[in-house]
């Protein structure tokens, strides 16, 4: 398997995009309808499929054989989009052209668009452009020439100045849940004929925590052998263990799972742990969901965990304490269980 996953089964039709469900539909919808704007934002978490959906968006906009909002992908148009040899779609990498000459440069392009042919610009990491960058842009956003389309990708909305965001028409892209990873995680092993248990398939999707793009790298890490062994049963087991008060057990686990993680790491994920039972009291589903039977409501003492997490900051401080981790872990692993 030489190949990178991620890219090897990056998406290609909008009903292919997992765990996106609603900005999807609003996506297509607003395509069918005329209703799309001329300047996007699609926000949200890494490696949930931002570049991808926008790729799909800009063949879409430029296909001959267009299908029910999907592009065909074969046509000379899709075709060349794919291998980013298509001069009316451009993607820029905002991280690496902040400026305003940047800026200009795009603006100045979109003017020559090419007949016939929709100009789509895709900025990534939009949030990294300069001030002045985006005050260059502000113009072309609110009325771009006609024809062409500004697709802002972003995982920091909160950085884009009020006068980008009120231009734009915002999509959000969310924490893909970690049930559709397991499943695709499957899927895609199954395709590349490797052996993926329901077990590991769960453990590495908890580890993504929402990404996609992580997940398919843990996966292929773990495929050529070169990844730390599964925890995520190891915590489930600590997590109960403290949760009851039962010290034994759980430096015996804390042990265990020091063999393939760095102490510092430990505490911080049973922080990651606690912050996931606490929103499942809410009825938020979490990836502690999976390791209790279906359909069982989880109830967990409030006040307790936060005190545990409370515990686990003031953990993560020791460590600077002292440059005897092990100790600092084991004392810690004993206070959360008092
Ligand atoms: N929603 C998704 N459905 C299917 N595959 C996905 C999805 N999200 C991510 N992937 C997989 O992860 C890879 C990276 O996704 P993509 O580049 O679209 O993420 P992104 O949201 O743009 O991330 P970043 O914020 O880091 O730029 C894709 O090639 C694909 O394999
Ligand atoms: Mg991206
Ligand atoms: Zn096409």
Redesign the pocket.
């Known amino acids: 398997m030489s190949e990178v996953l991620s890219l090897k089964y990056r998406p290609q039709r909008f009903s292919e995009v997992v765990g996106q469900d609603n900005t999807i539909k609003q996506i297509v919808s607003a395509l069918q309808t005329d209703k799309l704007g001329h300047s996007l934002l699609f926000c949200g978490t890494r490696g949930s499929g931002k570049t991808t959906t926008a790729r799909i968006l800009a ?2 906009l ?5 299908v029910s909002g999907e ?9 060349s989009i794919e291998v980013g040899a298509n001069l009316a779609v451009s993607e820029i990498d905002a991280a690496s052209n902040t400026g305003v000459d940047n800026v200009r440069e795009i603006i100045e392009n979109i003017r020559y668009s090419v007949a016939g042919q929709h100009r789509v610009v895709i900025l990534d990491e939009a949030h990294m452009l300069s001030k002045n960058a985006f005050n260059a842009l502000l113009k072309t956003l609110e009325e771009p020439p006609s024809g062409v389309t500004f697709i802002l990708l972003t995982t920091e909305p909160h950085k884009l100045i009020p006068t980008v965001l009120s231009r734009c028409q915002k999509y959000e892209f969310v924490d893909i849940d970690s049930a559709t990873i397991k499943n695709t995680l499957l899927e895609i092993a199954q395709k590349e004929n490797v052996n993926l248990s329901e077990e590991q398939a769960n453990s590495l999707a908890l580890k993504a925590e929402g990404s996609l793009r992580d997940a398919l790298s843990v996966l292929q890490k773990s495929l050529s052998g070169d990844v730390s062994p599964d925890t995520a049963n190891e915590y489930f087991t600590l997590v109960g263990a403290i949760y009851n008060r039962d010290a034994v057990t759980a430096l015996d686990v804390v042990g265990a799972i020091r063999k393939s993680e760095e102490a510092r790491t430990i505490i911080q994920t049973l922080e990651k742990w606690f912050y996931w039972c606490a929103l499942e009291t809410f009825g938020q589903k979490t990836p502690v969901r999976n390791y209790f039977p279906e359909g069982r409501t989880l109830a967990f003492d409030l006040t307790r965990l936060q005190s545990l997490f409370e515990l686990c900051l003031d953990i993560e401080r020791d460590f600077y304490a002292t440059p005897n981790s092990k100790i600092v872990l084991d004392m810690g692993v004993i206070r959360l269980c008092l």
């Open positions: 063949k879409a430029n296909c001959e054989k267009i592009p065909c992908g074969e046509c000379t148009s899709c075709k």
